[in-house]
């Protein structure tokens, strides 16, 4: 079976208030949870450690050093 590259997971290099796509998908992973965040709805990373978060909590609680 073919994959198109919306199958995969999107590789993002990541700014201070944008983000810019490197590699084209639909989606990318949160580097806590693993949970899957559709691009139109990522709204939480961070420049500095390159990675993207679920949500605000998971953002917060990273940079804080709590997990």
Known sequence: ???SSGDNAAKL???PST??????????LCAVSGEAIPLE???????????????????TKRL???I
Do not use: N
């Open 1 to 3: 079976m073919l994959m």
């Open 13 to 15: 290099h990541y700014g």
């Open 19 to 28: 983000f810019r796509v490197l590699r084209p998908g639909k989606h990318v």
């Open 41 to 59: 709805e990522l709204r939480y990373w961070s420049a500095d450690l390159q990675e993207a978060y679920a949500t605000c909590e998971i953002s």
């Open 64 to 66: 804080l050093g709590e």
